[in-house]
């Protein structure tokens, strides 16, 4: 299996520009998560999705900010516009439906964004 | 809210020692599952070890192993004749089975395994 599968793996743009990050689960995972990784916030949870349809939003900071999946091999996450404090490491990751064992989350290697 | 507190901001250990990270997590849910994560420089997020709440034995995978103490929410991790390969930062982190997906993580603690 491949994992979890991120890209870009680094991304620097301008602030005001739109930002799409794009994320690939392990077949036949039901799960999928966005986070964000700062040095500040640490880890936050962004959003989750199960079975391609958003639970929970709550994590997202701003409208500037959407996530879509529109299949269970691919989501997206976007920024639009821009901004500099946007700069951090997302990471998306994904779990099977945990049953009655540990709901593990397997990590996508990250994508670094540079928001200049 | 549940919280996760890792009280070591950075800890160094000499090759083939012992170093144990400390963590302590709030939550008035009786039933969760806890985790130590590891991200190297490549920064990927690999998971080290996981515990479920509801068992008193504790963890163990090969040189890591931990200290579930339930009553006092403490979750501590030992890494065993460390390595070199170890160095990284160590989160910690839980889910309550109730709240469905939502892990919540520690602020982590940086390890340097020194030769």
């Known amino acids: 299996d491949a994992g979890v599968i991120q890209s870009p793996r680094h991304e620097v743009t301008e602030m005001g520009q739109e930002v799409t990050l794009r994320c690939k689960p392990i077949s036949g995972h039901d799960y999928l998560f966005w986070y964000r990784q700062t040095m500040m916030r640490g880890l936050e949870l962004l959003i989750y999705?199960?079975?391609?349809?958003?639970?929970?939003d709550s994590g997202m900071p701003e409208d500037r900010f959407s996530a879509k999946m529109p299949n269970a091999s691919f989501s997206t996450l976007k920024i639009q516009p821009s901004e500099p404090r946007d700069s951090a490491v997302y990471f998306c990751?994904?779990?099977?439906?945990?049953?009655?064992?540990?709901?593990?989350?397997?990590f996508g290697p990250g994508t670094r964004l540079t928001v200049l | 809210a549940q919280t996760v507190t890792q009280s070591q901001p950075e800890m160094s250990v000499q090759e083939a020692e012992t170093v144990t990270l400390s963590c302590t997590y709030d939550t008035s849910e009786n039933n969760y599952y806890l985790f130590w994560y590891k991200q190297p420089p490549s920064r990927q997020m690999i998971l080290v070890i996981r515990q479920e709440a509801y068992k008193q034995q504790n963890a163990t995978e090969n040189r890591f192993s931990v200290n579930f103490q339930k009553a006092a929410k403490s979750f501590s991790l030992k890494i065993s004749d460390s390595q070199l390969g170890d160095t990284a930062m160590y989160f910690c982190?839980?889910?309550?089975?109730?709240?469905?997906?939502?892990?919540?993580f520690g602020g982590g603690t940086r390890v340097l395994v020194k030769p």
């Open positions: 982190a839980f889910v309550v089975k109730a709240a469905g997906n939502k892990l919540t």
């Open positions: 990751a994904s779990r099977p439906l945990a049953g009655t064992s540990v709901p593990e989350q397997f």
């Open positions: 999705f199960n079975n391609n349809v958003p639970i929970d």
